[in-house]
Nanobody, 120 residues
Framework: QVQLVESGGGLVQPGGSLRLSCAAS????????MGWSRQGPGKQRELVAT???????NYIDAEKGRFTIPRDNAKNTVYLQMNNLNPEDAAVYYC??????????????WGQGTQVTVSS
């Protein structure tokens, strides 16, 4: 019913930048909050950032000042702009979104993940 397609991952050197994108498609009434989580090697998945449909954002402390999460509501797309990357940021990044399917029904969707590698 709701598909999230991510793009923009890859290899970047320490100190570099990457911009991830996540586009929602399918059959839904509206998209509410969207965000990004990540899972590094041998680590649990952790929340990175969220943004509401109204533009309110939330970041985990380690990313404040380095990551931003802009959003284009007209395109049902959320981005993750990552600057000054370090090896600890290497992970599979997952997009998620809350979709309103009807007045009574909502649905939480996840993307397939995109790999971010930080290495010289």
């Amino acid at each position: 019913q709701v598909q999230l397609v991510e793009s923009g991952g890859g290899l970047v050197q320490p100190g570099g930048s990457l911009r991830l994108s996540c586009a929602a498609s399918g059959s839904f009434f509206s998209i509410g909050s969207m965000g990004w989580s990540r899972q590094g090697p041998g680590k649990q998945r952790e929340l990175v950032a969220t943004i509401t449909s109204g533009g309110d954002t939330n970041y985990i402390d380690a990313e404040k000042g380095r990551f931003t999460i802009p959003r284009d509501n007209a395109k049902n797309t959320v981005y993750l702009q990552m600057n000054n990357l370090n090896p600890e940021d290497a992970a599979v990044y997952y997009c998620f979104a809350s979709a309103r399917l009807s007045v009574e029904r909502s649905y939480s969707a996840w993307g397939q993940g995109t790999q971010v590698t930080v290495s010289s």
